[in-house]
């Protein structure tokens, strides 16, 4: 079990050496957010996409119009950071609407690529590929028996295939800017074309845990992983902060959930929230947002959207999702808890000390107090890591194998986990297991165990609620 994870072929797991590290300044204005490309590329599409099959990556890379291997660094001006930009601080400030693909007479003059027929039209067609027997083949594939070729294309054909439709859609599902309220005035409601508000579930079916809260179409990563980490860290407080209201004799069943005021820009005055549980979701019952793993159940839709109606005090039941676009990870589970958050910058601690810090907040390999990091805007590191930039995670926990430290982590996406990296494959179970369900880092669900090292190297702050 727990012991046995511990020990394998290392010996005795290091006794705790006392304070681990002194907390750091917290960080001023904070804009982590990644939106979910299998969501973002699913909402572009207009359809549900088998991520299983070994093609639906070219199929992402394609609809968002971005290299995958540069899909998870800000400094591509990749589509997942719509609404940001990369500030010279190696961090994300917001971005101006015009700083997001502009909507150019390039893009209405984008050439038809009905008229290729042979590789030798594309010397003809205008898509800026001239020298046809000198362009490099990036990837090819034989499936179906039929050969499928992506080609290194010049620099100047992505500027030519700008997609016209597609900035459209990240502006109006993903950012504020085309619904953002004027100076002064507050926003009410915002109901995306195409999409309705209505029931989708039990708020609650079963216990809440870490993987349920799975990220959607807008880059607020910072507050699903933190929802991820009060879940499995304190899983009584998302029961406790919740209760039912009544709104006179309307039908609707009404909730109410507790927030709690804390020194960040995005906030609002400690308080209940008084909402349904009515969630957005498309003709097919589909959310564009937060979703919940366990079917039936939508407690992290509601909550995303109580948060978004608690920081922008909007007194409709259809709050605008997409103002949570980018905010501070750590804050946010004291947003959520009441707790007092505690923020550790990797720069100035050792790798034992970070490993040690999620050590004393930890009971059997578990944090007992709610834990989140998140990585630098941009890096030569994160180029084919899988490690995403600018996002945050839940830090679930830690493990000793073979010698080595490793931290606990959970992609609030659900799936991507670092590659090529000091990662440990194994089951982590806990001193109760009748309550707190095992870690298995197997397979791809977001969940991994980085060696302390490389999450020194790869992530900037690391935050705990206490």
């Known amino acids: 079990m727990a012991g046995k994870f511990s020990t394998?072929?290392?010996?005795?797991?290091?006794?705790?050496?006392?304070?681990?590290?002194?907390?750091?300044?917290?960080?001023?204005?904070?804009?982590?957010?990644?939106?979910?490309?299998?969501?973002?590329?699913?909402?572009?599409?207009?359809?549900?996409?088998?991520?299983?099959?070994?093609?639906?990556?070219?199929?992402?890379?394609?609809?968002?119009?971005?290299?995958?291997?540069?899909?998870?660094?800000?400094?591509?001006?990749?589509?997942?950071?719509?609404?940001?930009?990369?500030?010279?601080?190696?961090?994300?400030?917001?971005?101006?609407?015009?700083?997001?693909?502009?909507?150019?007479?390039?893009?209405?003059?984008?050439?038809?690529?009905?008229?290729?027929?042979?590789?030798?039209?594309?010397?003809?067609?205008?898509?800026?590929?001239?020298?046809?027997d000198g362009t490099a083949v990036k990837q090819a594939s034989l499936r179906g028996g039929k050969l499928n070729l992506i080609v290194d294309a010049p620099e100047e054909l992505n500027k030519s295939m700008s997609n016209l439709s597609?900035?459209?859609?990240?502006?109006?599902?993903?950012?504020?800017?085309?619904?953002?309220?004027?100076?002064?005035?507050?926003?009410?409601?915002?109901?995306?074309?195409?999409?309705?508000?209505?029931?989708?579930?039990?708020?609650?079916?079963?216990?809440?845990?870490?993987?349920?809260?799975?990220?959607?179409?807008?880059?607020?990563?910072?507050?699903?992983?933190?929802?991820?980490?009060?879940?499995?860290?304190?899983?009584?407080?998302?029961?406790?902060?919740?209760?039912?209201?009544?709104?006179?004799n309307e039908q609707d069943q009404w909730l109410g959930i507790q927030f709690y005021s804390q020194p960040t820009w995005r906030n609002a005055p400690t308080m209940m929230i008084d909402l349904t549980d009515k969630t957005l979701v498309d003709n097919y019952g589909y959310s564009p947002y937060c979703n919940s793993s366990d079917a039936g159940e939508n407690w992290p839709q509601v909550y995303e959207k109580a948060f978004a109606k608690w920081t922008t005090q909007d007194p409709s039941d259809e709050p605008d999702i997409t103002t949570?676009?980018?905010?501070?990870?750590?804050?946010?589970?004291?947003?959520?808890t009441g707790k007092t958050c505690y923020y550790y910058d990797t720069w100035s601690h050792t790798p034992d000390e970070l490993w040690g810090i999620v050590r004393e907040n930890s009971v059997a390999f578990k944090t007992l107090n709610p834990m989140t990091a998140w990585t630098y805007g941009s890096g030569d590191q994160y180029n084919g890591s899988n490690v995403v930039a600018n996002h945050a995670y839940t830090i679930l926990g830690w493990a000793w194998n073979n010698g080595k430290m490793y931290i606990i982590l959970r992609n609030p996406w659900g799936y991507v986990e670092p590659t090529g990296l000091n990662t440990y494959q194994g089951i982590c179970t806990f001193f109760d297991t009748s309550f707190w369900h095992y870690i298995d880092m197997v397979g791809n669900d977001g969940v991994f165990a980085l060696e302390a090292s490389f999450f020194k190297l790869y992530y900037a702050y690391l935050a705990v609620a206490k």
């Open 8 to 132: 394998q072929g290392s010996g005795d797991v290091p006794p705790p050496v006392g304070s681990t590290g002194k907390p750091s300044t917290p960080p001023k204005n904070l804009y982590i957010g990644a939106i979910n490309p299998r969501v973002l590329t699913e909402i572009l599409l207009n359809q549900k996409v088998d991520w299983s099959d070994p093609e639906s990556t070219n199929i992402m890379a394609s609809t968002l119009e971005t290299d995958y291997n540069e899909l998870f660094d800000m400094k591509f001006n990749s589509p997942i950071y719509a609404g940001l930009k990369l500030g010279d601080n190696n961090m994300a400030v917001p971005a101006k609407r015009d700083e997001i693909k502009s909507m150019t007479t390039e893009d209405r003059l984008t050439p038809s690529l009905a008229a290729i027929k042979k590789i030798g039209d594309l010397k003809s067609v205008g898509v800026g590929v001239t020298d046809v």
């Open 324 to 336: 949570l676009s980018g905010g501070d990870p750590g804050y946010a589970i004291a947003q959520l």
């Open 166 to 248: 597609l900035t459209q859609k990240v502006l109006e599902l993903t950012t504020p800017f085309q619904h953002k309220a004027k100076a002064g005035e507050k926003t009410v409601g915002y109901t995306p074309a195409g999409y309705t508000w209505r029931e989708t579930g039990q708020m609650l079916c079963h216990a809440t845990d870490y993987d349920d809260p799975v990220q959607g179409g807008v880059g607020d990563c910072w507050l699903i992983a933190a929802l991820a980490a009060v879940a499995w860290a304190d899983p009584y407080t998302i029961t406790k902060r919740t209760r039912q209201v009544s709104q006179g």
